[in-house]
């Protein structure tokens, strides 16, 4: 990395990170909450690309271990990179097809919008479906003292929900981060050629 991509990973992980505290709970799941510091780890993937997008994620998942005490403990922030990576996939996705059938109109239009809010939504739901059973299944377990078996039922029973996350986080996050993305690239000299918008 040269020293300005070096600079945009050190300023955006430290927006994202300082708007991880600003969270909207999910009232649907207790302890889920709408983390407004995906919108920046989201715009760092559109306007510098999937390696400092990458990057800018895991530097603040370090961030948040260090910073914040949370319920899981050092398992949860790695966690949550997984479930951002998967929206990540999707996003990264659909602007690869998008980008071999662009016209001269390098603004992200609705239809790139949309096909990237549903494919964010298809590879977050599709990934982390599985990883919430079986994560939280055996977190329950431990955590809890229920048989493995019981746990699982429970979680049985949240899975819905947890799907409806998995599913809202990109409907709202995706379409806010190609707004702001759009606006920064007006004005922004150090975009390079990974970028997507």
Same mark, same amino acid.
């Given at each position: 990395m040269n020293t300005k991509a070096v600079a945009v990973t050190i300023a955006f992980t430290a927006l994202a990170t300082a708007l991880n505290y600003v969270k909207i709970p999910a009232p649907y799941l207790i302890g889920f909450s709408y983390q407004m510091g995906d919108i920046v780890l989201i715009v760092a993937l559109l306007l510098f690309g999937a390696k400092i997008g990458v990057t800018v994620a895991t530097l603040n998942m370090l961030m948040t271990i260090i910073l914040y005490?949370?319920?899981?403990?050092?398992? /949860?922030?790695?966690?949550?990179?997984?479930?951002?990576?998967?929206?990540?996939?999707?996003?990264?996705?659909?602007?690869?097809?998008?980008?071999?059938?662009?016209?001269?109109d390098k603004k992200a239009s609705a239809?790139?919008?949309?096909?990237?809010?549903?494919?964010?939504?298809?590879?977050?739901?599709?990934?982390?479906?599985?990883?919430?059973?079986?994560f939280? /299944?055996?977190?329950?377990?431990?955590?809890? /003292?229920?048989?493995?078996?019981?746990?699982?039922?429970?979680?049985?029973?949240?899975?819905?929900?947890?799907?409806?996350?998995?599913?809202?986080?990109?409907i709202i996050m995706v379409p806010i981060?190609?707004?702001?993305?759009?606006r920064l690239a007006k004005y922004n000299p150090l975009m390079n050629k990974n970028a997507f918008i």
């Open positions: 005490q949370n319920p899981a403990g050092p398992i /949860g922030p790695p966690y949550y990179l997984i479930s951002v990576l998967a929206m990540f996939l999707g996003i990264y996705l659909a602007e690869k097809v998008n980008k071999k059938k662009k016209t001269a239809d790139l919008v949309g096909l990237a809010t549903a494919s964010g939504v298809i590879s977050r739901t599709l990934i982390m479906f599985p990883l919430d059973y079986f939280y /299944g055996f977190l329950v377990s431990v955590v809890s /003292g229920l048989t493995i078996a019981e746990s699982y039922a429970l979680v049985m029973l949240a899975l819905p929900s947890m799907i409806i996350y998995n599913i809202t986080v990109p981060s190609y707004l702001v993305a759009t």
